[in-house]
């Protein structure tokens, strides 16, 4: 498994950006697949966007397409989440995660950050 570490969560006003980071342990970053979920209170835990190993394949969900970019650092061993047009229903603990395929489901996803929290205001 390779343990993840995510930072730059924040207080922004709505139409404004942040950047996600997430930084994994090991030797074998890419070959994990990444995602990044999203959990808001009483609601489940939810696909945001998903990168391949290598970066040439990206995935996002309908809410944030447009808004929303990952990309990685191979040889950081980080993965980004650029958000921009941030709206208050992102609002939200973001996660990042590590898989073994490209997938978009929670289940598939092995390994996971303590998460960071986005909040948005109106």
């Known amino acids: 498994q390779v343990q993840l570490v995510e930072s730059g969560g924040g207080l922004v006003q709505a139409g404004g950006s942040l950047r996600l980071s997430c930084a994994a342990s090991?030797?074998?970053?890419?070959?994990?697949?990444m995602g990044w979920f999203r959990q808001a209170p009483g609601k489940e835990r939810e696909f945001v966007a998903a990168?391949?190993?290598?970066?040439?394949?990206?995935n996002y969900a309908d809410s944030v397409k447009g808004r929303f970019t990952i990309s990685r650092d191979n040889a950081k061993n980080t993965v980004y989440l650029q958000m921009n047009s941030l709206k208050p229903e992102d609002t939200a603990v973001y996660y990042c995660?590590?898989?073994?395929?490209?997938?978009?489901?929670?289940?598939?996803?092995?390994?996971w950050g303590q998460g960071t929290q986005v909040t948005v205001s109106s």
């Open positions: 990168i391949s190993g290598s970066g040439s394949n990206t």
């Open positions: 090991g030797r074998t970053f890419s070959s994990y697949a």
């Open positions: 995660a590590a898989s073994r395929g490209f997938y978009v489901s929670v289940s598939s996803y092995g390994s």
